[in-house]
């Protein structure tokens, strides 16, 4: 690969012109940077551009140049770091990872010493009381290993017997560094080669090697963290008798840690990770291309280890948290939960709550009005972060650097703790200028992105779960617990159970009607009318007391499927002899010279959601409104369409009663076929299975007739009218009459 | 062209900006050009280049170059 910054000889004004004009700069323009300072005598901002070349990605060649100059530059550059001296314990030919890990360690914060066992001498190191190791005195030793270390067969006779023994080795090791050597361990998982001779076969096969690879992998880390944590311990068998002193074993360790090696190969793809060339020329069990990875990695446990990570996430709101801008788009206007940048935007939402979950605060650092920004977070119904999740909520007209300093300042805590998420490279760029110790990932411009983005960062390793993490971990087990219970379900409806869903009627408001409106203009399957309707007809209708426009978001377990299902209904008063059919099809005693009935204009729902039950709910939701008004029967339609099939039978399978059926008047969207016409009394609607809990989420004077009030939740403040029935009023309506190609053919495709 | 980025792997590698090499350079002339020196830089003209270099040819290079013909020989940029 030719790199365009491959030319040194240049001056630092013109590397540094170079670097100005892009936010990040390239490795190569990092290196040459760094080697002109060094050269210049500048050996702070030397060391500062050799680290960032570890953030800009730099190959082998590059990261090797950085390492020299930051082992010349940096004693010279008075950097405050954390020492620590480090044993590396190889079983390949470790001497690159030696050499870089000093460069990933001050990345990380840590000043590192690095000793080197000889080739494949580690076992010996560690277990000869006068070896180099033992001189050395480390604070850390990192077991740098492959799955050629361990013991274990291409086929094992007994495979639990097989692993436990293996594991037994490895924790019999850690033990006696952790005992003699006083220091902790860093352990490289083994990656499970990717080549195997038993081809999917080996995963239902214990026996396996590369099953007992991955049991390996599960046992150590089962050792690690202790019998409490994991109910069994793979290192009780063989692990000689020193529960007389307090055996780490019966604890677990807690100075091991890993770096999961198994997982970062197959993120990168296992044969990229390894490469049987350079194994066989020089035995580097990791491609040399990777090496700067492992070492970064490598890097960011020790880190954590040593308490340098970064602990809170300061998170910008608009493109970062939402699409759009609040205070121009509006809360109706921005983009989170519906379509595929929405998707996007909830996505690293809830990927943020998980680090939160994990214990990473969040603050929030964004130039909005404070009242407007928090509305999004307690009315928008697709927020999954609320206003308990930010520790500090910091949303005024001051520069970032001013507020990111008073979180800081508030949350007690360094700016060498934060780590600042900001789509804008303006704000980025203040930041770095004027912060330098605040981390700044820069989001891709690809909202799909960013939970990538956010992933590939490595200095939130949390060293060990805090008692506080241990009691969420309770909650996780009860979770999995539940988990099992779904796994095992022998019938639909105990599936259904599991689910655990939960359907909300939302009100139609401006921040639901362009996703109603979208619905109506490209469902096609669960849809017994198929009537389109831009924006301002349903405006238009929601306004009309009598009729009735329901709204329903459905979730469960594992997902928000958001807005998902809407029916609209009127209130039609049938005389004379219409009102006879009406009566004689089944409204009994009722049966009086007019009734109105409830006539089912459009029921319709997302394909996402078929199948849950959901359309039995919503029955005995009509049937509630109709009894609210008064109505004696429900009256329902289904107009034939191509693709639409899947409802004909809707009804009567709900009860209903057929009315007679006419021709092919009114097929919808023009298809011919045969409309039919159902009716239900409301005496004889029957009760829904009751596998989805209802709430009601509409405002109170709103909040008209909807089973189990007591599930009701404290009712959300109450929201602002619907917007005039003008369809440009409405922040995305106009997308609604023509949604993006690929949006409406998404959900076209798929149902 | 393939002389002057030949330098700058090579100035990468050993960590050294003003390195000068010479189609004569010899191992023993460049300070820090051990047996490891060699598989990185092996590795680094291979990525540089985009060429893979055969194992027959790994040990037979005197000279720099002999590694520059080489990569001209495997480059079709030449």
Sequence with gaps: MADPERRSGRSIAELAAAAASVEVPTAGLCRDLALAHERAGDHAAAVRWALALTDAGGDLAAWTAAAGVLRRALPAADLRLRPAKVAVLGSYTTAQFAALLPLAAARAGVAVEVYECGYGQYRQEVLDPSSGLYGFGPDAVVLAVHAGDTALPAFAEDPGHAVRVEAARWTSLWEIIVSRLGARVIQHTFVVPEADPFGHLARRTPAARSSLLAALNTALGEAAAGPSASGTSASGTSTPDTSAEVGPVERGFTGVSFVDCERLAATVGKRDWFDPRYWHRAKQAVALGHVPALARHTAAVLGAQLGASRKCLVLDLDNTLWGGVLGEDGLAGIALGDGPAGEAFSAFQEYIALLRDRGVILAVCSKNNDADAREAFERHPAMRLRLGDIAMFSASWDDKPTQIRRIAHTLGIGLDALVFVDDNPAEREVVRQLLPEVDVIALPRDPHEYVRALADYPFFEPGLLTSEDTARTEQYRARAQAAELAASASSLEEFHRGLEMTATVVPLDELTLPRVVQLIGKTNQFNLTTRRRGVAEVAELAADPSSVVLCLRLADRFADHGLVAVVIARQQRETGAAAGAVAGAGAGDSAEADLTVLDVDTWLMSCRVIGRTLEDEIAGLIVAEARRLGCAAVRGHYLPTAKNALVADLYPRLGFGPIGSRGSGEGGDGAPGERTDWLLPVTDAQRSPGLIRIVDGRPAGDSRCVPSPQEHGPQPPRLRGLPEPRPRTVGTAESSASAPIMERTMEEVAG | ?78
């Design chain 2, 1 to 78: 062209m393939v002389h002057e980025r030949l330098t700058q792997v090579f100035r990468e590698i050993f960590s050294d900006d003003e390195l000068v090499v010479f189609d004569t350079t010899t191992a023993d002339q460049v300070p820090g050009w051990d047996s490891l020196a060699h598989i990185n830089l092996i590795y680094a003209v291979e990525s540089e280049f985009g060429v893979q270099i055969p194992d027959e040819r790994l040990g037979s290079f005197t000279n720099v170059g002999e590694l520059r013909t080489c990569i001209e020989e495997l480059s079709s940029v030449g």
